[in-house]
C-alpha cells in the first residue's frame, strides 16, 4: 500500500516537532511538508537536532505547493491560524487534522467571546469533529475536520466521563485542579517562560477564566446529558511535559464499587490505563508516550470522589492524539506508531 | 539583656538545619545545644556547609546534660520523640516548641489511630497550645508547650480562616489540593525521593488519608464554630522548598467584596501577605522567608471560591513558625530574626 | 527466523528498566528472564508503571532455571555479581552482555586495587570484549563474553579516539571534564541523591580517583599504541540522563582540519554524530537516544583542542550500548530497535 | 552617622533585584533611586513580589533627577550602558560600582574587540579598578571608579590565584571548565532560556571566545607577573544560581602542601572558605551567600593540579561583590549586610 502524504503547518513548536518525532517512524505515512513563516528554508533538524539522521525536511513556506500535495494536513498553530485556510483545502478534498483551539467550540459566539475575534470559518463548526477518540471514535473515521482536543481537556474529560457517562456525581460542581509542565506554553520567546523564573517553583494561573474551561463543559455536557459547571484552576509546574489533572466531584448517585466502573469504562481503550487500587498515577509514568493513567479514590468513604488523570501534554495531550485520529481516519489500528514505552526514569 | 539559652533536639534533618540558619543570626537567642543520636560529635557544618563560618556547634547526644541547661528547646524531631521526653522538661521549668505532630491533636485516641501507637504524654495534649500565631497568639506567649502546626496545615487554615471565621462557606464541604516541594518528606535514604524518581513530574499521595487532614479538621472546627469536612488531597512537587495550597469551597454567605475580607483579616499580620486583586502567588516569592502570600479568586462569579496560599514549607511551615512561636513566647517583636526577604530567582 | 531468549540478571535498577524499554519492542529477541533477589515474584510493571501494557515479566529468583534457557544473559548488576556467574554461563553455552564492570580491566591485580577485592573469575578477563562497537565490532561479532564500555568512558573515548589514533595530541596530559545526570548514581536508597541534596546545585566528585580512569586509561592506550595519562574530574547534574563530557588535550601532530578529521572517523558509524562546525551539543538532545553527538573546536587558534561529547548514559552509556552489541552478536543491522528519536523538549 | 544614599541604575534584571535584596536591609545605606527605561513609574515589589513589604521604591527614569542626589552608584546594566553616564557621574563627585563589564578591560582596543563598539570613556580604564576585593583592596578603598570582577572571573580567578601568586604552575596552559545557572544568562526574553530549552540538560557555549576571557587572563596575567593563556569554556547548567569552576593546571614548581596554599592565602578573607582536604564544593553550599568555597587536590599525584572553586554568581559574582567592595569604599566592614548564611537545603 502506498503512504499517505502528510504535512504539518507550523512546525517549528513543541507540538511540530512532537508530530515529526511520532510521524517519521509511521510506518504507513510520509511527511512531506513542514511549513513556518519564519524559517522557510532552514532544515528542521538543525533547529532541533533530536532529529538530526532521522528527518532531512526543511522548513516550506506556507503558501508555497508543498501543502497542496498532502492527504492529511496537521495544524500545529497557534489559534487564528488554521481557520483562515482550512475551509479552502476541506474544499478541495485534503482532510485536516487542527491541534489548535479554532474548530473546538461549536459556538461561533462563545469562540469569540474567549478568544477576541470573530471566527472565520463559523460554518465549519457544525461539521467539525473533537477529537477525544475515547468519546468520538465512530465520527472521526468518518471526519473531513478533526478539531483535537486541547491538553488539559484531554486529561480532565478522561477523568469525568466515567462518573458523568454514568450519572454518578452532581454535574454542577465539578472541580479540576490542573498542572502543566511549561511545554504546555509553547516555544516562545517570553520572561514568565524562563527556566529562572519558573524552576523550583508552582503557580497558578487563569484562575479566574481560562480558554480551556468552555471546551470542557461543552463537551462533558454532551456526555452528561445536561449541563455541567466546572471551576478550573490550571497550574504551571517546572517539568517540561506532563499534566496532573485532580478532580474533584460530589457524589449523588450509588456506586459500591468505583474502581469497576472505572475500569470497565476504559477496558477496550489502548491508551487509557486504570491503576489498581491505591495506586495513584505520576506524569513521568506516560513521558513521551500516548497513555493517560487514572487513579479514583473516595477518601474517608465521604461524599467527594477524587479522580487523578495524568497524560504527556505534547503527546495525548496533542500530537499523540492527533495521530490517534489520523489512524482512526485512515481506518489503521490506533496504536500505530503510537506504542512507544514511556522513558522512566 | 542576657541572652536566652536555646536547644535543639534531632538537628540532623532539614528543620534542624533551618532552624540554625534563622537562630544563629537572632539577636536575642543563643543556641547552645543541638542533638542528634546518630552524629553525636560530629560538627554540623560538616553535614551542612552552609553553616561553615557561622556555627561551630557540633552535635551532642540527647542524653547528654546540654539540652538540660536550656530555657527554650525545640524539638525537630520526628513524631513519637518529643512526647518521650517533653513532660520532664516541662516539669523541670524548660518551655518547649515541638516542630513535630506529638502534640498537634487533643484528642489522644485519635492520635494514636492516625499515628498507629498509644500516645505516651496524653495529660499536655489539653495544655499544649497550637502554634499558628495567627490564630492563638494570645495564648501561645503564655505556653509551656507549643505544638507548631504542620506545614500543610498552615497553608490550608491561613486561606479558609478569614472565610470560615466570617461563615461564608459551607464547611461541610471543603476542598484542600496541596503541593509540596521534596523536602516536606524530610532527609531519608528512601528511593521515593531520590532526584531520579521525582524530578520533572508530579504526583498525588495519601489520598485516602493523611495525618495533616485530623490536625486540619480539627483547628477549622474551633474558627467555624462547628464541625469542618474537608477533602484534603497532596501532591509532591520536583522542587526543594515549597507549598502550594488551592482551596475550594461554596459560598453560602453573602460578601460583596472577597478581597476586602481577606485583607482585613490579615491587616494587622507581619507573616500574611493578601496580594492585590488579580495577582496569585508563586512560591517561590515566598523561598527562604517566613511570609505566608494569598490571593482569593472567583471564577466566573460561581458558587465556587477559590483561595491559594503559598508557603516555605521548612520557614512558615516549620522552623520560622517555630521562630514566631518563640518570639512571642519571649515577648519580643515577632518578626526578630524572621525579616530575611525571600531569594528569587 | 525464531526469536533468540533474552534474559536479564538484576532488573531493578536503571540499566534494567532501560534494556526491558528496548527490548520489549525489539523485533528480533524475547526477554523470557528477569531476574531480583528482592523483587522475587513482582511483576516489573508493578515497580515500572511505563511498563504497564508492555511487559508482563514479574521478577523471577536469580537462582531459577529461567535464566538457563535464555541465548543471551545481559548483566545488569552492580559489580562482583557476574563474575560470580558468568564462567558458568559461558561455560554452558551462552552468551553473556555485562554492563557491570566486572570484566573490563584486563589485569585481574589492577581490578583489584580500584574495586577492593580479588577478581572472581580473572581466567575470563583476556577472553571478554570490551564493548565499544565504534572500535571492536570485529571481536564482539565472536565474543562469547562482552563487557560494556562504562558511561563516561563511552563518552570520553568516543571524543577521544580521533585525535588519538591520528597521533595529533599529546597522550601524557590529557583531561576529561565530565558531568553526569543522577541515574548514573543508580536506583539507591542514599541521601546523597535525593532530590533536595542535588536538585539546584552541582558538584565535582571522585577527583582524587574514579574507577572508571583505569578502564579509559586502559582502551585509549590501545587506541593510542601507547601509554595515556588523563586526569578526570567527574561531576553530578541536577539531571536524570545525561552525559556531557568536555575533554581538553594539547596539539602535537600537524592538523590542518579537525572538523573534517572527526567527520571521517565517524562516517560509517549509525550512533556517532559529529555536528557542523561551531555548534556544541546539548545532552538534551540525545535523551532516551542511542546516539553520541560531538564537536570540536579549537579556541583562539591556541594548542589546546576542547572536544564535547554527550550521550544518555542509560542508553549508549549503558543498556543501549549493550543491545547494539548484542546486535552485533547476532549478526543484525546494529540499529534495530536503537533507532528511537530522542525526546525534546 | 547618617546614611549613605545610594542609586541603582538598571533595576529590573537580576542583579538590580539582588542588590536590593542586600541592600534594603543593610545598616548603613539607603536606597532612594533605582532607575527603568521600560518600568518606569512601576513599584518594583510588583515585579519582584518577594520585595513586597520590604521595599516601598517605584523605578524612576534614569533621566530624573533621583539618581543625582546618590552618593555611590551601581550599574547593574548590560555593557555599553554605564560608559555613557558614568564619566559626568564622576565629574560631579559621585562614587560608582559597576557591575557590568564596561570598564574591566584596561585596554580599549581590546573592548572595542570584544565587544562589537568603541568605548565610549576610554579615559576612564586607566583609572577604574578592578573589583575583586581579595586581590585589590586598598585601591578599591580609594577608587571612584570600581569594576566588579564578572561571575566567571571571580571563581576562576579565587581558584587559580594561589597558585600563580606562588608562581606553582605553567601560566601558559591553564584550562577553566566552568558552568553557571541560567540567571547568569539574566531576565531576557530568549527561547534558549526557556525552562523547556534548557532543564534536564546540560552544553557548553562561547567556546571559540567567550567575552570573560580577556578579562580573566588581564587579571591572572597580573597576579603571575606575566603573561597568561587560558583556554575557558563555558557551560549552562539547569539550575537558578551557582557557577562551578573546575580548573586544571600543570605543576611545574615544587609544592609539598597545597591544601596548606590555600588555606594560607584565604587565611583572613571573610568570603573565602577552603575546605577540609578530601571535601569538594557543591554551588547550593553558596546559594544566596557572598562566599567562594575552594578545594584543591592533586590526582593520582600526577603533574596535574585541580581546583574547584564555586559561588553563587549573584552575590559573590555580582551584586555582593559589589556591595563588598561598597563596604569597602566606605570604611565599613567588608561583611557588613552581607553575613547571611546559605540556603540549604
Known amino acids: 500500500m502506498s503512504k499517505i502524504k502528510v504535512g504539518i503547518v507550523g512546525g517549528t513548536g513543541y507540538t511540530g516537532v512532537e508530530l515529526l518525532r511520532l510521524l517519521v517512524p509511521h510506518p504507513n505515512v510520509d511527511v512531506i511538508a513542514l511549513t513556518s513563516r519564519t524559517e522557510a528554508g ?94 468520538n471514535r465512530e465520527s472521526i473515521a468518518k471526519a473531513r475536520l478533526v478539531a483535537c482536543a486541547g491538553c488539559y481537556p484531554t486529561a480532565v474529560q478522561l477523568g469525568f466521563l466515567p462518573l458523568l457517562e454514568a450519572g454518578l456525581i452532581d454535574s454542577n460542581s465539578l472541580i479540576a485542579n490542573a498542572a502543566s509542565g511549561a511545554s504546555g506554553a509553547g516555544r516562545q520567546a517570553k520572561v514568565d517562560n524562563l527556566l529562572t523564573e519558573i524552576t523550583d517553583s508552582v503557580k497558578a494561573y487563569g484562575v479566574a477564566g481560562h480558554r480551556h474551561l468552555p471546551e470542557i463543559e461543552q463537551e462533558l455536557a454532551v456526555a452528561a446529558g445536561g449541563p455541567v459547571k466546572l471551576t478550573f484552576v490550571p497550574h504551571l509546574l517546572p517539568t517540561i511535559r506532563g499534566i496532573h489533572a485532580t478532580l474533584y466531584a460530589t457524589i449523588t448517585g450509588d456506586c459500591d464499587d468505583l474502581q469497576a466502573l472505572f475500569e470497565h469504562r476504559y477496558a477496550n481503550e489502548a491508551f487509557v490505563d486504570v491503576l489498581p487500587k491505591g495506586l495513584y498515577p505520576q506524569t513521568r509514568s506516560v513521558r513521551g508516550s500516548n497513555t493517560c493513567r487514572i487513579a479514583v479514590e473516595r477518601p474517608q468513604n465521604r461524599d467527594t470522589v477524587v479522580v487523578m488523570s495524568v497524560i504527556d501534554n505534547l503527546v495525548k495531550g496533542a500530537s499523540g492524539q492527533a495521530i490517534q485520529c489520523m489512524n482512526i481516519m485512515l481506518g489503521l489500528p490506533e496504536f500505530t506508531g503510537l506504542n512507544g514505552i514511556a522513558l522512566m526514569p
Open 42 to 135: 532552514r532544515p528542521v533538524a538543525e533547529l532541533y537536532p533530536n532529529l538530526r539522521g532521522h528527518c532531512n525536511l526543511a522548513f516550506s513556506d506556507p503558501s508555497g505547493p508543498e501543502i497542496a500535495d498532502c492527504d492529511i494536513v496537521f495544524f500545529a498553530t497557534p489559534h487564528n491560524v488554521a481557520m483562515q485556510t482550512v475551509p479552502d483545502m476541506i474544499a478541495s478534498g485534503q482532510r485536516v487534522v487542527d491541534l489548535s483551539a479554532d474548530f473546538r467550540l461549536r459556538d461561533a459566539a462563545q469562540w469569540s467571546s474567549w478568544y477576541g475575534e470573530p471566527h472565520a470559518a463559523s460554518d465549519l463548526l457544525a461539521e467539525a469533529v473533537y477529537g477525544l477518540p475515547e468519546r
